[in-house]
């Protein structure tokens, strides 16, 4: 397999900076994710390892070669797009078999690599089936079948489940990662969506605004968000991020009368974050309004109020209260954060 490596990447379009400055490796046969709103640069940082772009500056390796100039074609690499590209006009078979085909590779492979792959995604028996009669989840298998029966030691994916359904990416986010797992490739994939990220990656990369947020597996970016952004693109709820005031007793919930969140008085543009699940209702805490209550079964997303910030609680079942109770709230200091309110970044305490 074949690790990659990006240094100083930037991409130009016009006046417009797509790509800023960007530098990561990804370990041979890890899955790294690259996640972030629309148009915060993954798609195009994708092309550019790809070959489908070329960057303004910087360098791309895999594995020992320098390929920032090379094209596509030479980079040994396969690519599954979220559009499918299937050909309507061929069947299973002539679709997974179209780019070894093209590249002219020795035939006399075709049918052992063609079961290989067939076997392993369920498609042996959808082979003389064209596009059109196949479900969604069975065409993204076929253009996974594509992409694998290239052989190539890298393979790069944008947002290929964004055109199924909630209970069909589940199911295919659980099959990709196993089918990387067990061929072992090394393997790049871009998506917005945080619960692809956390549940799939070795590795997330979080994009912003064309720079890297923070880099780090699925863990540390929940546990140890970088940044105010960090945290709250990370998190069903996001983390709530709440304004302080500094009083004699130390540092309160903006508009509250304590208790105070820090004994000591830090500086004021801070501001305090917190999990909603890991928010807790005491007999005796900081008191919140209760302003809004949504059910979902296995738990129960509580809206309130503490002072002049607004705040989701998250707690497993279902809760007896109504809009306007008040309630006692607590968490443990370990799972509360700070963040500079000018720079949006962490800060910790001494």
Known sequence: MAAIS?????????????VKG?????????FTVLLGPSGCGKSTT????????TPSTGNIRIGERDVTNLPPAQRKIAMVFQSYALFPHLNVRDNILFGVRVRKEPSKHFETRLK?????????HLLDRRPGQLSGGQQQRVALGRAIIAETPVCLMDEPLSNLDAQLRQEMRREIRALQQQLGMTMIYVTHDQTEAMSMADQVILLR????????????LYAQPASIFAARFIGTPPMNILPLSATPAGMVIDGS????????????????????????LVERGIPAVVENIEYFGADTIVGARVG??????????????DAGNTVQLGWDESNQYFFDKKTGLRRHLA
Do not use: C, M, Y
């Not at 930037?10 to 797509?18: D, I, L, V």
């Not at 994708?46 to 772009?53: H, M, Q, S």
């Not at 009368?257 to 807790?280: D, F, K, S, T």
């Open 116 to 124: 290989r792959v067939s076997d392993i995604l369920g498609l042996s």
């Open 22 to 30: 960007i530098d990561f490796e990804v370990k041979s046969g890890d």
């Open 257 to 280: 009368n304590g208790p105070a969140v820090l004994p000591h008085n830090a500086a004021e543009e801070w501001q305090l974050g917190v999990r909603p699940e890991h928010i807790r």
């Open 209 to 220: 605004d064309g720079r890297i947020e923070q880099n780090a597996p699925p863990g540390e």
């Open 308 to 321: 002049n910030a607004p705040l989701l609680i998250r707690v497993p079942g279902q809760l007896a209260l």
């Open 6 to 18: 990006l240094q100083g990447i930037t991409k130009n379009w016009g006046e417009a900076q797509a």
């Open 46 to 53: 994708l092309r550019l390892i790809a070959g489908l772009d």
